[in-house]
């Protein structure tokens, strides 16, 4: 059974910074696409940021030159290194991947808070 394991949230200042990180792990065959999306309070599940196997990477534009997403595909890991963390950017982070096993779907993590407050 596929797992995605998400870590490295918590409390931090506006302007401080936070590295998430997310390990897949179970049967698995090949991922494709890995990723991390938030969703804050009354507010609809956003993408963040996107990276494929072969390292192209897409963010959003509230994330731009802040934000940095980054893989080890030994690993099977996603990070997402945030920076200048704002008060907007206060929401739960989910991990996403789409990977065989052997079906090819999308699986994703628990969720991990992330809260940017003085």
């Avoid at 990180?21 to 179970?26: K, N, Q």
């Avoid at 991922?31 to 991390?36: K, L, P, V």
């Avoid at 072969?54 to 997402?80: C, Q």
């Amino acid at each position: 059974q596929v797992q995605l394991v998400e870590s490295g949230g918590g409390l931090v200042q506006p302007g401080g910074s936070l590295r998430l990180s997310c390990a897949a792990s179970g049967r698995i065959f090949s991922i494709n696409s890995m990723g991390w999306y938030r969703q804050a309070p009354g507010k609809q599940r956003e993408l963040v940021a996107d990276i494929t196997s072969g390292g192209s990477t897409h963010y959003a534009d509230s994330v731009k030159g802040r934000f940095t997403i980054s893989r080890d595909n030994a690993k099977n890991t996603v990070y997402l290194q945030m920076n200048s963390l704002k008060p907007e950017d206060t929401a739960v982070y989910y991990c996403n991947a789409e990977l065989e096993s052997p079906a090819w779907r999308e699986y994703w993590g628990q969720g991990t808070q992330v809260t940017v407050s003085s």
